[in-house]
């Protein structure tokens, strides 16, 4: 089940009122949209994800909830893409953006596309449901790319300070064979890193599985595009929050903020990002990561 990280902070800090027009433009499963339409009447959302079952089953849940259908619209496609969505619902502003940077826990779970080191997949890692032969996927990345670009991504996307020996290895392992699922990339990363690193705290293909899903669907550049879009689509006193999960997206956010404020476009909500408390990390340990940052246009 996945559980909206920050809910109740994220509802407060974007002070909703009756008639405001809300994007969530990372709609999951309707969490945080939920929380909204519930939390008051009046309000029209618009929700984007990029993954058809999030639109339906968040549909579901919406319905489910007792919220009317005609104060939403649903939409298939990517955040950066959210001016478009408004002028298709009839809507020239927003007044409230939400942007839930996390991947859902069905994706993480469920999904079937590799997303997680802890089921064997095939290496997809893509939002796309269905993907096909044309279709860019980890596969692609870690079959064809050079070792160098490989390497780069890993440290770049994932922090990982043995980025080049884990490049090395992958180049070596397809040249025996294909590296086709995620037993294959897990396999290959523990044995390229040190015994100790294998005892840390967290899993050593962490880091690389995030730089690959990162690389694959372009979420970095989707969330300097989104924040542009979404500052431009926000009326005068509007509010953005975002909730980003590593520091590679946190720092865009911050830094993005702080560019806006330097340009007098408005100003952050608090000095420093709001953090999931002891009992909401105790019920979702996933939620541990979890910064949110709100941004009050002027």
Do not use: Q, Y
């Given at each position: 089940m996945h559980q909206a990280v920050l809910l109740q902070e994220t509802i407060d800090g974007l002070d909703l009122k009756?008639?405001?027009?809300?994007?969530?433009?990372?709609?999951?499963?309707?969490?945080?949209?939920?929380g909204a339409l519930l939390k008051e009447k009046g309000i029209f959302l618009i929700g984007i994800d990029r993954d058809e079952d999030a639109i339906e089953e968040s549909r579901k849940k919406l319905m489910g909830a007792g919220v009317d259908p005609k104060s939403f619209r649903l939409f298939r496609g990517n955040f950066r893409n959210m001016d478009g969505f408004l002028k298709e619902s009839g809507k020239d502003h927003a007044d409230k953006i939400i942007l839930d940077l996390g991947l859902s826990s069905p994706h993480l779970d469920s999904s079937g596309r590799g997303f997680s080191f802890k089921k064997n997949e095939p290496l997809l890692m893509t939002m796309e449901k269905n993907p096909n032969k044309d279709s860019f996927t980890a596969r692609d990345i870690v079959n064809t790319w050079a070792q160098e670009d490989i390497a780069n991504v890993i440290y770049a996307y994932g922090d990982e300070r043995y980025s080049r020996r884990i490049a090395k290895a992958i180049v070596e392992r397809r040249q025996k064979k294909s590296i086709e699922t995620t037993d294959d990339l897990v396999d290959i990363v523990s044995s390229s890193v040190p015994a100790i690193y294998k005892r840390g705290k967290i899993h050593p293909a962490t880091r690389t599985f995030q730089a690959l899903r990162i690389a694959v669907n372009d979420e970095l550049d989707s969330l300097k595009s989104a924040l542009e879009i979404g500052l431009k689509s926000l009326k005068t006193g509007g509010r953005m929050a975002i909730i980003s999960f590593h520091s590679l997206e946190d720092r865009i956010v911050k830094n993005f903020m702080k560019e806006a404020q330097k340009n007098d476009y408005g100003e952050p909500f608090t000095k420093k990002p709001i953090v999931p408390d002891f009992e909401e990390i105790s019920q979702n340990p996933r939620s541990r990561s979890a910064k949110l940052r709100i941004f009050i246009k002027q």
């Open positions: 009756a008639g405001d027009v809300v994007i969530d433009g990372t709609l999951g499963r309707a969490g945080h949209a939920i």
